[in-house]
């Protein structure tokens, strides 16, 4: 173990924020000359008014690279200072390599490790705590942790029950080890049911099969390479709005802590009536939580750091402040995460 991290009590700190949103916008309205829905159904049972789409050569890496950069400037450090670099994504720009290499090498990084986290929208909260837990334990001390998606790729657009809910676009954080033990990242908790995984799913292109004796190997391909969102919605609605509200409890008990204590809350960004739902649980005023959706839609794994960089760049952060994460997603896949904030 590098002996200049090998501090058990060394505490991990958000030092830098970025986010990228691709440029083209689309509105209820263009969505509802598309398919059978309209503005008044979508911003009422959503809250979505618009979401960000990629261009046509525009891939995740490309978004994760400029929310990465704007992250690592931010924190005023280079690509060579990084110790590791993740990249939370349902949509990998390829099956493999991961997303993270691809952004490695796009931003002149080499030599440290990178590796994707696949657990959907809670990809985020996931790499939050996978990579406070290891750098803890002292094996790096900058780490760029990315949130990036291009869900118009999986999204069926002649299906209104998903095709209206979801955006592209990334956000990033530079975790460091620091000196202020009253800061930084608190406890995490994550949790997974694979029992609904049927809910929310979108099957994967490669359907190939391993070549069957006496086939020809031309065979093995399954051209179509579709895969797209299927979702029962009012399952999952209803699902997420029980998990989210046993989860916050749990995290705020593993960090001995009141709901009174939660400063901000910055939720994944699915559905307003969810976020709603869980504020009320929390007795927490809406002035106190983050609401991106409805400029973003969902944004998958990308949507907790595109909120916090949202609060941060709105100078809303203070020293001292106390924030919960928390995220729900297929699989299903949930979790939250409390950090105090160290930055002044
Ligand atoms: O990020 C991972 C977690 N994801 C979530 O948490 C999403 C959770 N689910 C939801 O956000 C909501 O369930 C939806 C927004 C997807 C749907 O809202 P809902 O209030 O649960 O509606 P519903 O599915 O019960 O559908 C109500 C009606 C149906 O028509 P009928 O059967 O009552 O005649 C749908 O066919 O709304 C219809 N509908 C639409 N109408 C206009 C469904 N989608 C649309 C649409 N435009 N886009």
């Not at 829905?37 to 009422?44: G, N, Q, Y």
């Not at 990809?123 to 949130?147: D, K, N, P, S, T």
């Not at 809910?165 to 049911?193: E, N, P, T, Y």
């Not at 409890?249 to 204590?261: G, Y």
Request: aromatic share 6%; charged share 20%.
């Amino acid at each position: 173990m590098n002996p200049l991290l090998a501090s058990k009590q060394a505490t991990v700190h958000i030092r830098g924020l970025g986010g990228y949103l691709p440029e083209r916008v689309m509105s209820n309205d263009e969505l509802a000359a598309m398919v059978d829905t309209s503005d008044e159904w979508i911003r009422s049972r959503t809250g979505i008014t618009q979401r960000h789409l990629v261009a046509p050569d525009e891939m995740t890496a490309d978004l994760a690279c400029k929310a990465g950069k704007q992250a690592l400037d931010d924190a005023g450090l280079i690509v060579a200072d990084l110790d590791a670099l993740v990249v939370a994504t349902t949509t990998p720009d390829m099956i493999f390599p991961a997303t993270a290499s691809i952004v490695q090498a796009k931003l002149g990084g080499q030599g440290f490790p990178a590796w994707d986290i696949q657990a959907v929208c809670s990809g985020f909260v996931y790499g939050l705590a996978q990579l406070e837990g290891m750098m803890r334990a002292g094996m790096f001390r900058h780490v760029l942790l990315i949130g990036a998606e291009s869900m118009s790729r999986i999204v069926d657009w002649s299906d209104r029950n998903t095709c209206v809910l979801f955006g592209d676009g990334a956000g990033a954080v530079v975790l460091s080890i620091g000196d202020d033990d009253a800061c930084g990242i608190m406890r995490s908790v994550l949790h997974c049911d694979g029992a609904y995984r049927e809910l929310l799913m979108a099957k994967h292109a490669n359907r190939g099969r391993p070549p069957q004796s006496g086939q020809s190997v031309s065979m093995n391909v399954d051209a179509a390479g579709v895969s797209a969102i299927h979702m029962r919605g009012n399952e999952v609605f209803r699902i997420a709005v029980n998990k989210l509200g046993e989860v916050v409890t749990e995290v705020l008990a593993a960090n001995a802590m009141k709901k009174s204590d939660i400063d901000w809350l910055i939720p994944h960004q699915a559905n307003i009536r969810i976020l709603h739902a869980t504020a009320k649980k929390l007795h927490l005023p809406l002035e106190r939580m983050v609401i991106t959706v409805d400029q973003h839609a969902n944004t998958s794994s990308a949507s907790v750091p595109l909120a916090l960089n949202h609060l941060y760049r709105q100078g809303g952060l203070k020293y001292g402040q106390v924030l919960l994460l928390e995220a729900f997603a297929g699989g299903f896949a949930w979790g939250a995460n409390m950090i105090r904030w160290s930055r002044k």
